[in-house]
Every structure is written in C-alpha cells, then in structure tokens.
C-alpha cells in the first residue's frame, strides 16, 4: 500500500500542528501529519509527572494565530496545555488529515523522482516532494551509566514515562538530577514519601515563578477583548527578550539576574549549610535557568535530603554515595533530561548520497542551515532544529518563524519548476554554522560549565546564540542563491517531482 502527497509531516506537536495550519490556511491540501501515538500533543502528551507545567507563560506558549483567552493560570499545567493542542486540531479541522499510530521507521530521498519515501512500522509507506520532521527534541529520556543500576531490585522509570500505578506513599524514594522537570514533581511527591533523598550533580539557578489564577476579571476582558489579551502576550514576550540578554554576554543584565536568584534562594532556605549546596557556582544561564515556587521549601522538609557528593554504586536495596554512605531506597526516579544535543533519532532518514542523516550527526555534529534544512537532504525541514533552542523565550516563537521558512520554502520551490527539487549549498551551511560557534563563544554557553546545551566535543549544537528576533528576521525568507536547484533524474509525467 502506497499514498503519494505534496507534503507529509510527521509529528502531531506543536510544531507539526504549526505546519500544518498554515498549509492549510495557503491552501495546500495534498499533506498528511504522521505521527506515532493515538493523539496530538508531543512532549506534552508524554510527560504526565505530577506538577508537570510550562515555564513559559501560557499567553505566550500558543500559537500567535489561536491565541486561548481562557487560560485557567500564568503558567499552564499539562493537561491544560494538551487541551490547547486538541483545540487547535478542531477549530482548524485537522483530523482527517492526521495519521495516527503510525511510526515512520525509515524516509529515503530518490534523486530520481525528486521525492521522499517513508516507511512506517507496519510496512505501509508514503511518497511526498517535500518531508517536515516535526519530531521535537525532547522525546527520547537520557538515563546515566550508573554502576550497578542494572541489579537494583525496586522501582525505576524516568520522569518522561512516569508510572503513575506505582504508589510512593510511604517509600523510601531517591531522585537522580534537579533538572526542569525534577524541581516541578519533587515538591509534589516530598509529602507523601517516608524518605526523599535527591542527587544533585550541580546546582540550578531558580528564580521565583509567581504563578497565580487568572482572574474572572482578566478571563472576561481577554474573552471580550483580544487586543488586550495581544498586548499582554507582547509585554510578556519583550520582557523575556529583554531578560536574553543576560545570556548574551550583557554583564550588568546577567548580575540582576544572579542577585535575583541570590534573593529567592536566601528567602526559602535558611539554613546555612543545605543553602550552599543549593548554590549554583557557574554564571547564570550556562545551564537552563529553572523557575518554581516550592522546590526551595521542598528541600527544606525534614524527610528530604539533598546530596552532592555523586553516587558510587546502586546495589539491589541501596544507594551508595561517593563518600561511602549507603541509603535504603524503594524507587529511583530519573529527573536526568533527554538526548537533546545529538539529537539521536529512531528513524533512518537517507539523503541523496545514500547517508544516513543521523550516523553523520553523530559523527559530524548535528548542524543544518538557520536549523531547517540540512545539505544533501533535499526538501527536507526539520523543526526546532539545531541551534534552535532558546533559554529566555517561548519556542513557540521560534516554531513560527521556521514555519514562516518553511512555507516560503515551498513557494520558491514551487517556482523551479515540478521537475527539481532543492538542496542547501554546503557552503552556505558551513558558513552559518562557523557564525553560530563564533556568537556563541560571546554567551555565558561558552563559560566554561558542562550543560546539554554542548555536544561531547563542547560545540554549541542545541542553543539559538542570539535574541529570538533576530532569528524572526533571518528566517522571514529563503534567500535561493544558497540553493542549489537541481533536476530530477528521471521526472514523473504525471506529478512534481
């Protein structure tokens, strides 16, 4: 069984629904979306720990065109933000285009008829001119080689698959890593547990959240009145601008910052001792900067206890630090982030040489030009690519303007002629990546801490090193001339190639 489309998309999170709605709206009606699961959502569909919310404010995480006026709180929760998705599936009538548990295994390029080729799990395969890989970055759970975890005999899962059928009241619970996630479900489950006990390699920066309810005031005027609701989004976004340029070498924004972080933490912990093991020693956003109400006072329960001195050795019941102290443990919960800067994927993706797109990032570095497209992968787009993430502002930001890329990407291939496609000059690749390790060097990413911002040869492969504006302004259009335009070997009389 074989379907041929213009377009296929796969992944059904925000940035494929991005996509997507905007073929729609150019009038484009020969797409599919792929994806994997029975529903929409992406990361926001996997990660079900509890606390689970966004820290980005929810007037600006949502798509410029389906603004929500009737977000419950500041900050929204998961289930509030995969109902946004499912939302913007209906209102926009995305459904019958949707594929769903459908895992594409492999998508190859054929210089003969200028088209891709993907394959799912079950065999089925689909044909398409041009391939958005909307698969998202943080998809794939990153697990540290631990001596001995493979011989523990209690409960274990990362946050991103959290089991929600085993009960921790009452156990003796130890958490790996005090990442995004782990600060948000720690204080949720420190109540309920006999004993926390968390692992901290480094410590985070965490600023105070403020999240708050939103009024009935506010929900009736952003109902009745979307300018205002426009407003406030944009208020919201230019201050986070303004807050990027703490990362960006600014050293006054970047020492406002610290002592804010200072403040907070000074606030919540009184004590001398479990403060300094709560103290960052980096500059601020070298890691990614962390936002919460109740991690501080979490830390502070007399049935928590913060350890820095590394673990040594899990045994069947145990855990053994680095200091030689041994702690009964029921269950480990992994708070230890995903595989972001290699971006290592499932699927084969083949390029018109016969590579294999993720084999050559992981030999090479993951690179592609303005983090889009990629040289000697043909009418391929990859989404929130490399060096498209951000540690001040909403990626949903981000999202639109390679989506802007994308679709004025088609119009000028659409220009060419049905019988071409096109392929990035690795030129012009080569040179845009050189000036992202050169800007990046300026950033407090080059400070000298270890982060997954960095790949295992320290290159910046995962962080925009730059205001998100800037990036709106590079990707507004594609510039042809680093292109190459090239026809097909063997064209289809009866479709583009």
């Given at each position: 069984?074989?379907?041929?489309?213009?377009?296929?998309?796969?992944?059904?999170?925000?940035?494929?629904?991005?996509?997507?709605?905007?073929?729609?709206?150019?009038?484009?009606?020969?797409?599919?979306?792929?994806?994997?699961?029975?529903?929409?959502?992406?990361?926001?569909?996997?990660?079900?720990?509890?606390?689970?919310?966004?820290?980005?404010?929810?007037?600006?995480?949502?798509?410029?065109?389906?603004?929500?006026?009737?977000?419950?709180?500041?900050?929204?929760?998961?289930?509030?933000?995969?109902?946004?998705?499912?939302?913007?599936?209906?209102?926009?009538?995305?459904?019958?285009?949707?594929?769903?548990?459908?895992?594409?295994?492999?998508?190859?390029?054929?210089?003969?008829?200028?088209?891709?080729?993907?394959?799912?799990?079950?065999?089925?395969?689909?044909?398409?001119?041009?391939?958005?890989?909307?698969?998202?970055?943080?998809?794939?759970?990153?697990?540290?080689?631990?001596?001995?975890?493979?011989?523990?005999?209690?409960?274990?899962?990362?946050?991103?698959?959290?089991?929600?059928?085993?009960?921790?009241?009452?156990?003796?619970?130890?958490?790996?890593?005090?990442?995004?996630?782990?600060?948000?479900?720690?204080?949720?489950?420190?109540?309920?547990?006999?004993?926390?006990?968390?692992?901290?390699?480094?410590?985070?920066?965490?600023?105070?959240?403020?999240?708050?309810?939103?009024?009935?005031?506010?929900?009736?005027?952003?109902?009745?009145?979307?300018?205002?609701?426009?407003?406030?989004?944009?208020?919201?976004?230019?201050?986070?601008?303004?807050?990027?340029?703490?990362?960006?070498?600014?050293?006054?924004?970047?020492?406002?910052g610290r002592e804010r972080a200072k403040k907070h933490l000074e606030q919540a912990i009184k004590d001398p001792i479990l403060r300094q093991k709560a103290t960052?020693?980096?500059?601020?956003?070298?890691?990614?900067?962390?936002?919460?109400?109740?991690?501080?006072?979490?830390?502070?329960?007399?049935?928590?206890?913060?350890?820095?001195?590394?673990?040594?050795?899990?045994?069947?019941?145990?855990?053994?630090?680095?200091?030689?102290?041994?702690?009964?443990?029921?269950?480990?919960?992994?708070?230890?982030?995903?595989?972001?800067?290699?971006?290592?994927?499932?699927?084969?993706?083949?390029?018109?040489?016969?590579?294999?797109?993720?084999?050559?990032?992981?030999?090479?570095?993951?690179?592609?030009?303005?983090?889009?497209?990629?040289?000697?992968?043909?009418?391929?787009?990859?989404?929130?690519?490399?060096?498209?993430?951000?540690?001040?502002?909403?990626?949903?930001?981000?999202?639109?303007?390679?989506?802007?890329?994308?679709?004025?990407?088609?119009?000028?291939?659409?220009?060419?002629?049905?019988?071409?496609?096109?392929?990035?000059?690795?030129?012009?690749?080569?040179?845009?990546?050189?000036?992202?390790?050169?800007?990046?060097?300026?950033?407090?990413?080059?400070?000298?801490?270890?982060?997954?911002?960095?790949?295992?040869?320290?290159?910046?492969?995962?962080?925009?090193?730059?205001?998100?504006?800037?990036?709106?302004?590079?990707?507004?259009?594609?510039?042809?001339?680093?292109?190459?335009?090239?026809?097909?070997?063997?064209?289809?009389?009866?479709?583009?190639?």
């Amino acid at each position: 069984m074989q379907t041929a489309v213009d377009v296929a998309i796969i992944g059904a999170g925000f940035a494929g629904l991005a996509a997507a709605v905007r073929l729609k709206k150019q009038g484009t009606k020969s797409f599919v979306i792929i994806e994997r699961a029975s529903e929409v959502g992406g990361t926001w569909r996997e990660n079900i720990y509890p606390g689970c919310a966004c820290d980005i404010p929810s007037h600006l995480y949502s798509f410029s065109f389906a603004p929500n006026p009737g977000w419950s709180r500041t900050y929204a929760t998961q289930p509030e933000i995969l109902d946004y998705l499912k939302q913007v599936v209906s209102h926009y009538e995305l459904a019958a285009s949707i594929r769903f548990n459908t895992e594409i295994l492999r998508t190859e390029f054929s210089t003969a008829t200028g088209r891709w080729t993907l394959t799912d799990r079950a065999g089925r395969s689909t044909t398409a001119r041009v391939v958005i890989l909307a698969v998202g970055p943080l998809n794939r759970p990153a697990i540290p080689k631990l001596s001995g975890l493979d011989t523990f005999a209690g409960k274990t899962f990362h946050s991103a698959q959290w089991d929600s059928s085993y009960d921790l009241t009452q156990k003796r619970v130890a958490v790996i890593g005090t990442g995004a996630s782990a600060i948000q479900f720690i204080p949720q489950i420190a109540p309920i547990v006999d004993q926390l006990t968390i692992f901290q390699r480094t410590a985070p920066y965490v600023m105070s959240r403020e999240d708050r309810a939103i009024s009935a005031t506010e929900l009736a005027l952003f109902r009745h009145l979307p300018l205002a609701q426009k407003t406030y989004r944009s208020w919201i976004y230019w201050r986070n601008e303004l807050n990027g340029l703490s990362f960006l070498g600014n050293e006054l924004f970047n020492r406002i910052g610290r002592e804010r972080a200072k403040k907070h933490l000074e606030q919540a912990i009184k004590d001398p001792i479990l403060r300094q093991k709560a103290t960052p020693d980096y500059k601020l956003g070298c890691k990614r900067v962390l936002i919460s109400d109740d991690y501080y006072s979490a830390l502070t329960r007399s049935n928590v206890a913060l350890e820095t001195n590394g673990i040594a050795e899990i045994k069947p019941h145990s855990i053994v630090d680095k200091a030689g102290i041994e702690r009964p443990v029921d269950a480990i919960i992994f708070g230890t982030g995903f595989m972001v800067s290699g971006m290592i994927g499932r699927m084969q993706i083949i390029g018109r040489y016969g590579q294999n797109l993720f084999d050559q990032w992981i030999n090479q570095g993951a690179e592609a030009y303005h983090g889009t497209t990629i040289s000697g992968f043909p009418n391929l787009l990859f989404l929130t690519g490399p060096n498209t993430g951000i540690g001040h502002n909403s990626i949903i930001h981000m999202i639109e303007s390679q989506v802007n890329y994308a679709i004025d990407y088609l119009q000028q291939l659409d220009k060419t002629g049905k019988n071409t496609f096109l392929d990035v000059r690795p030129e012009a690749q080569k040179h845009y990546n050189a000036i992202i390790q050169q800007k990046t060097a300026k950033t407090v990413w080059a400070s000298g801490c270890r982060s997954w911002y960095l790949d295992s040869k320290n290159q910046n492969r995962s962080i925009w090193p730059g205001l998100t504006l800037d990036y709106r302004k590079a990707t507004r259009r594609v510039n042809v001339t680093d292109y190459d335009i090239v026809p097909c070997r063997q064209p289809s009389p009866s479709m583009a190639c």
